[in-house]
T-cell receptor, first 117, second 114 residues
Framework: EAGVAQSPRYKIIEKRQSVAFWCNPI?????LYWYQQILGQGPKLLIQ????????DSQLPKDRFSAERLKGVDSTLKIQPAKLEDSAVYLC???????????????FGPGTRLTVT | KNQVEQSPQSLIILEGKNCTLQ??????????LRWYKQDTGRGPVSLTI?????NTKSNGRYTATLDADTKQSSLHITASQLSDSASYIC?????????????FGSGTQLTVLP
């Protein structure tokens, strides 16, 4: 089966500019996650969708970050305006259930490396 | 506060050698622990998952152990290959927790030299 797809793979922007990332999860996976991974750290959850509804966005900086999953499949994550500290890899993951503790594994995409100058 | 600490931060070994990576956690109550491999420029890929009742689990040359009493896990790599060069991340899930409550370690960066 095809994996999680993300684009672009790399993006360089200046601070205060806007940027958008796209994610296509594994077919049939109802749950989609966006993570931010700063260099040398583990991923940090930004937002979790179940189909097209938001399950958890408590760690999303809503003053500048937004995400949507309108048709319950693809998702976009937007940053506007970007700050220097947003430089990171943005990972998208999907799972076939709500991603409960036990065995419902998250499958990660390759990520988008964002550099804000 | 739930924490996952991994050691060492980085490790360099020669091809063919064995190595062991460590993961200590404070997550409680505990549900399960996963080890992920993250190649440079790629997303993490799951290697093993263990619940509190499991002591060891193998996936090819990778063997993970878990001591739920001491809250420690290790990942042992046997007969290392150049392709094992990657970051290895330990992730712990609390019992009844959500995805937000997954606690990721910072990873161990393994470099295998020829």
């Amino acid at each position: 089966e095809a994996g999680v797809a993300q684009s672009p793979r790399y993006k360089i922007i200046e601070k205060r500019q806007s940027v958008a990332f796209w994610c296509n999860p594994i077919s049939g996976h109802a749950t989609l996650y966006w993570y931010q991974q700063i260099l040398g750290q583990g991923p940090k959850l930004l937002i979790q969708f179940q189909n097209n509804g938001v399950v958890d966005d408590s760690q999303l900086p809503k003053d500048r970050f937004s995400a949507e999953r309108l048709k319950g499949v693809d998702s976009t994550l937007k940053i506007q305006p970007a700050k220097l500290e947003d430089s990171a890899v943005y990972l998208c993951a999907s799972s076939s259930t709500r991603g409960t503790n036990r065995t419902y594994e998250q499958y990660f995409g390759p990520g988008t490396r964002l550099t804000v100058t | 506060k739930n924490q996952v600490e991994q050691s060492p931060q980085s490790l360099i070994i020669l091809e063919g050698k064995n190595c062991t990576l460590q993961c200590n956690y404070t997550v409680s109550p505990f549900s399960n622990l996963r080890w992920y491999k993250q190649d440079t420029g790629r997303g993490p890929v799951s290697l093993t998952i263990m619940t509190f009742s499991e002591n060891t689990k193998s996936n090819g040359r990778y063997t993970a152990t878990l001591d739920a009493d001491t809250k420690q896990s290790s990942l042992h790599i046997t007969a290392s290959q150049l392709s094992d060069s990657a970051s290895y991340i330990c992730v712990v899930s609390p019992l009844g927790g959500s995805a937000r409550q997954l606690t990721f370690g910072s990873g161990t960066q393994l470099t295998v030299l020829p």
